[in-house]
Structure formats: C-alpha cells, structure tokens
C-alpha cells in the first residue's frame, strides 16, 4: 500500500477541505463561468437544468466522487504512492476541478512522473483560466493546491531529518 493511502488517511480529508474552500455548495442546478451544468460541490456528472439536491446528497456525492478521483489520481501518478498525503491531495483537488482528461495531460502529471516536484509545484499555477481569461479565484485555488504539494514535499513533514 502507498503512503498516501496508509497511515492517519490524511489524503481524502485534505482534499475534500480544499474543494470545499473553493468550490462552495449549491444545490439548485446553474451554468458554471463556461456553461456546465453544475451541482452541489461543483459536480457535473449528469447535471441538468431544475436539478435541486440535499446538503446531505451533496455531501455524500461529493465524498464519493473525490475518492474516486484520489484512485485515478494515483492510477495517473504512480510515484505519489510514495509521497506524503498532501501532494496527493493537491493533485486530487487540480483534478476535481479541471477533469480527469486535462489533469492526465497535463505538467503537473508529467513532471510528477519524472520526480520533477519543484516544476511539477509551479505547473499548478498554469490551471488558473476559465474560457481562455484568467481567474482570480482560480489562480487563489492554484496558489493553495501549489503551497500543499511543497508544504508536503518538506522533509520534516515526511519523517526526514532537516539539516
């Protein structure tokens, strides 16, 4: 089993705060700033005009749906099985919020691949537009995914020895 899986859990926590820091729950259906039907925590999965849910159904799809992202995270990155929690779960929050497809091609999964933690940190800030424009608020997003991903990578936090 992987480190980030094993011990406190700490993955699925984590990133299920950070969604929530940014996504903000809405349970009547509305377009999204490029037109998805969205629901809930920012769930687009069969969303449709007038769809009404629960805090509870939104809560519950949400836990769901960014376990199942975390898997298809790491099926995507091996090497966060040997990573701290907190890379897992910035890579977790990027793909809840861009798609599994854009996240699979993106920087941030390649330099992952190579090891490449530092440019693989700065590639988060590359995901801060909507329709071509950037966003504050997705540059605030990607600015605290970035900060988890290095914040995890510290040697103190892993169990290293700082010199």
Same mark, same amino acid.
């Given at each position: !089993?992987?480190?980030?899986?094993?011990?406190?859990?700490?993955?699925?926590? !984590?990133?299920?705060?950070?969604? /929530?820091?940014?996504?903000?729950?809405?349970?009547?259906?509305?377009?999204? !700033?490029?037109?998805?039907?969205?629901?809930?925590?920012?769930?687009?999965?069969?969303?449709?005009?007038? !769809?009404?849910?629960?805090?509870?159904?939104?809560?519950?799809?949400? /836990?769901?749906?960014?376990?199942?992202? &975390?898997?298809?995270?790491?099926?995507?990155?091996?090497?966060?099985?040997?990573?701290?929690?907190?890379?897992?779960?910035?890579?977790?929050?990027?793909?809840?919020?861009?798609?599994?497809?854009?996240?699979?091609?993106?920087?941030?999964?390649?330099?992952?691949?190579?090891?490449?933690?530092?440019?693989?940190?700065?590639?988060?800030?590359?995901?801060?537009?909507?329709?071509?424009?950037?966003?504050?608020?997705?540059?605030?997003?990607? &600015?605290?995914?970035?900060?988890?991903?290095? &914040?995890?990578?510290?040697?103190?936090? /892993?169990?290293?020895?700082?010199?």
């Amino acid at each position: !089993m992987s480190a980030a899986l094993i011990g406190d859990g700490a993955a699925l926590p !984590m990133a299920l705060r950070l969604i /929530r820091a940014f996504e903000g729950c809405r349970l009547h259906a509305y377009r999204d !700033m490029v037109g998805v039907w969205t629901i809930g925590w920012g769930e687009t999965l069969d969303v449709g005009e007038g !769809m009404v849910w629960s805090q509870q159904r939104a809560d519950e799809v949400l /836990r769901r749906r960014v376990a199942q992202f &975390q898997l298809a995270v790491l099926k995507l990155c091996p090497a966060l099985h040997l990573e701290a929690p907190g890379r897992l779960a910035a890579c977790t929050s990027l793909a809840y919020n861009v798609g599994l497809g854009a996240f699979g091609a993106s920087s941030v999964r390649r330099h992952i691949a190579r090891r490449e933690f530092d440019a693989a940190a700065d590639s988060f800030l590359l995901w801060n537009k909507a329709g071509g424009a950037v966003v504050a608020g997705l540059t605030r997003r990607r &600015q605290a995914e970035r900060a988890l991903f290095v &914040q995890a990578g510290a040697p103190a936090l /892993r169990g290293g020895v700082v010199a």
